[in-house]
């Protein structure tokens, strides 16, 4: 009695096989079973989203993990590149394809407005939810900056030589930066910086995975996904032969990767410990993906 609630509440159809559009449990998975199906239902987070641009018409896309049905939320001024969504689903800020021009987009109805056109390169944008603070790192201007939620009030925190992707760790109120091909870990004023991993690379996104000490990153020129503890130690390469691998996103619930490579102009997916590689969407002219996710219970 208890399982058929769930599912009509969950409004999940109970099905026998794979079923690649509803569920994500896709062909070749080893956990692709009709139990291992009921378990991650029971398991399963609500409003988890898969979000990127495409510079083939400039859309803002969205897709909830588990399916392979892309919404187009809205037409973009310019190709939207970096991106970064609040977990709550109300905010996503992106960069223009100009590669100056931050914008910020209500989510869902709301129009991109731009929010600052004096940036140069920025290669990553990270909002902490719990203060409000945003925080951007521009490669072109070898700037770190801090802002509020409305980007008024701009802050230059420091002048790294050359920041790339970046992460931030509000529990423990850490930064985490590549810089000059090293991973860096500052507190979120950006003083007392700690060398993680050095030859990381041409890191165009860092993210990090907190509760399994995680940290994963896209090295561009080596064309890899690559891993480390949190601090810097088991650096391992995940995924190599990628040909303009860009961005990525942790979901974390399922201990999954999805990156974004903008050669082959795919997005895929793997799990953390890089096995079952396989590719979820096609045609796409992406730079970055990013996910929005609320826990209702924890791994």
């Known amino acids: 009695m208890w399982l058929a609630g769930l599912f009509l509440a969950l409004s999940f159809p109970i099905i026998s096989t794979c079923d690649v559009a509803s569920t994500g449990c896709m062909t070749g998975d080893p956990d692709c079973s009709t139990s291992s199906l009921i378990a991650m239902i029971a398991s399963l987070p609500a409003g988890r989203a898969l979000y990127w641009g495409d510079a083939n018409d400039n859309g803002i896309y969205k897709a909830e993990l588990g399916t392979r049905e892309a919404e187009l939320m809205k037409i973009s001024p310019e190709y939207p590149q970096v991106l970064e969504i609040t977990p709550s689903h109300d ?14 987009m209500d989510v869902p109805a709301g129009n991109p407005a731009v929010f600052d056109s004096s940036y140069q390169d920025p290669f990553a944008i990270q909002f902490d939810e719990s203060t409000g603070i945003l925080y951007a790192s521009d490669n072109g201007a070898g700037e770190l900056d801090t802002a509020v939620a409305d980007w008024t009030s701009n802050t230059a925190l420091g002048f790294p030589s050359a920041p790339m992707g970046m992460a931030i760790d509000p529990e423990n109120e850490k930064l985490y930066l590549n810089d000059s091909s090293n991973i860096q870990r500052f507190a979120l004023d950006y003083t007392g910086s700690t060398t993680l991993v050095t030859g990381a690379g041409n890191v165009y996104d860092l993210e990090l995975d907190i ?7 896209v090295d561009r020129a080596g064309k890899t996904i690559q891993s480390a503890n949190l601090d810097g130690t088991g650096v391992t390469t995940l995924l190599g032969g990628l040909t ?10 399922n201990e999954r990767i999805y990156y974004c490579d903008s050669g082959t102009q795919e997005i895929g997916r793997l799990n953390t410990d890089g096995t079952n590689n396989q590719i979820v ?13 609320n826990y209702l219970v924890s791994r």
């Open 91 to 104: 905010w996503l800020w992106y960069v223009g394809g100009s590669g100056g021009t931050l914008y910020r």
């Open 211 to 217: 509760a399994d000490d995680k940290m994963y990153w």
């Open 244 to 253: 303009q691998i860009q961005g990525l996103a942790i979901d974390r619930t």
């Open 281 to 293: 969407f096609t045609s796409v002219a992406c730079r970055d993906v990013d996910i929005a996710q």
